[in-house]
């Protein structure tokens, strides 16, 4: 297992990095910790440009220095070796193209830049949109002796991915895991409430219709439920199944607030059809609007 942990020496990459090790596997999980100075500017005559230019990257150089020996020394307090990677550029871009060599690739969810932003900052939505394997975005953890996990699934190859990397990378020793399906009823596409279908919006004959969907969806969130719990109670995990109904993104953060949870993982399809385009994917809106770290799965 290899694992790429971002910093840009801010107290929210801090965060990031102990909550990471917390959420982890440290067994077999070979770390490297990033680094990356922004790119120097030109903008002066070119005999001072030269001069600041050099001033200029060794200052980044000393600056990057202190930066990744602080994270080792958090790392180091937490029970975690590290290496260390230094680079200049763009921090989305050079984060996501190392992402390809890592299992795992973990950031804060904002950047000493995006302090006054709530969510979710520029390079942490890049990145989640753009990187390969799994994607943590970590937030302070709740604290407590036991991790509180929620596992989002739909029966998709994407959750099944998720639910893989869950049982792979991350520590469930003494995990609480609750394993939550979302049925995305019809009025939910068509943005009408229930009651329209309910109180007349409809014929006899389509409201039947609409009941044997819902009945046959109900059915598929059992089957998907009852596989995904078989799956982690093999791994010899405690598991408490959640069925709701309604929009995914929307009941997925209602759960999220409510439990407590250390961690969300779920996955992302890379769907780029107008729905998606429309609503937004919902891994992108649970990442963004969590309360607690999220990983994200890539097919």
Same mark, same amino acid.
């Given at each position: 297992? $290899?694992?790429?942990?971002?910093?840009?020496?801010?107290?929210?990459?801090?965060?990031?990095?102990?909550?990471?090790?917390?959420?982890?596997? @440290?067994?077999? /999980?070979?770390?490297?910790?990033?680094?990356?100075?922004?790119? #120097?500017?030109?903008?002066?005559?070119? $005999? $001072?440009? %030269?001069?600041? *230019?050099?001033?200029?990257? @060794? *200052?980044?150089?000393?600056?990057?220095?202190?930066?990744?020996?602080?994270?080792?020394?958090?790392?180091?307090?937490?029970?975690?070796?590290? $290496?260390?990677?230094?680079?200049?550029?763009?921090?989305? @871009?050079?984060?996501?193209?190392?992402?390809?060599?890592? /299992?795992?690739? !973990?950031?804060?969810?904002?950047?000493?830049? &995006?302090?006054?932003?709530?969510?979710?900052?520029?390079?942490?939505?890049?990145?989640? +949109?753009?990187?390969?394997?799994?994607?943590? !975005?970590?937030?302070?953890?709740?604290?407590?002796?036991?991790?509180?996990?929620?596992?989002?699934?739909?029966?998709?190859?994407?959750?099944?991915?998720?639910?893989?990397a869950l049982?792979?990378?991350?520590?469930? %020793?003494?995990?609480? !895991?609750?394993?939550?399906?979302?049925?995305?009823?019809?009025?939910? /596409?068509?943005?009408?409430?229930?009651?329209? #279908? %309910?109180e007349g919006?409809?014929? *006899?004959?389509?409201?039947?219709?609409?009941?044997?969907?819902?009945?046959?969806?109900?059915s598929n969130? /059992?089957?998907?439920?009852?596989?995904?719990?078989?799956?982690?109670?093999?791994?010899?995990? &405690?598991?408490?199944?959640?069925?709701?109904?309604?929009?995914?993104?929307?009941? !997925?953060? =209602?759960?999220? +607030?409510?439990? %407590?949870?250390?961690?969300?993982?779920?996955?992302?399809?890379?769907?780029? &059809?107008?729905?998606? @385009?429309?609503? =937004?994917?919902?891994?992108?809106?649970?990442?963004?609007?969590?309360?607690?770290?999220?990983?994200?799965?890539?097919?």
């Amino acid at each position: 297992m $290899k694992t790429l942990m971002a910093t840009d020496g801010s107290r929210q990459a801090t965060t990031a990095l102990r909550a990471a090790t917390r959420l982890l596997r @440290k067994s077999d /999980n070979e770390i490297h910790v990033l680094c990356v100075a922004p790119e #120097f500017s030109e903008s002066a005559p070119l $005999k $001072k440009s %030269e001069r600041v *230019r050099d001033d200029y990257i @060794k *200052r980044m150089a000393r600056e990057t220095e202190m930066i990744l020996e602080r994270a080792r020394e958090t790392l180091r307090a937490e029970g975690v070796t590290a $290496k260390t990677l230094a680079a200049t550029g763009s921090p989305s @871009k050079v984060i996501v193209g190392l992402a390809d060599n890592y /299992n795992v690739t !973990v950031l804060g969810a904002t950047s000493q830049y &995006d302090t006054t932003r709530p969510g979710i900052g520029s390079v942490a939505s890049r990145v989640v +949109e753009h990187a390969s394997g799994i994607v943590l !975005v970590c937030r302070e953890p709740r604290g407590g002796s036991s991790q509180r996990i929620l596992l989002c699934v739909d029966g998709s190859r994407a959750s099944q991915q998720a639910l893989s990397a869950l049982t792979t990378y991350f520590n469930t %020793e003494s995990a609480e !895991v609750t394993l939550m399906h979302v049925v995305e009823t019809p009025w939910v /596409n068509l943005s009408l409430d229930r009651d329209w #279908f %309910e109180e007349g919006g409809e014929t *006899r004959e389509q409201k039947s219709s609409e009941i044997q969907l819902e009945e046959a969806l109900q059915s598929n969130a /059992n089957e998907i439920i009852n596989d995904a719990t078989d799956q982690l109670t093999r791994h010899g995990l &405690d598991v408490t199944p959640v069925i709701a109904e309604g929009n995914p993104a929307t009941e !997925v953060l =209602g759960q999220a +607030e409510q439990g %407590e949870y250390d961690l969300i993982v779920l996955g992302a399809s890379g769907a780029d &059809d107008m729905k998606h @385009k429309m609503l =937004g994917s919902v891994s992108a809106k649970v990442t963004g609007q969590a309360p607690c770290s999220v990983a994200v799965v890539k097919q």
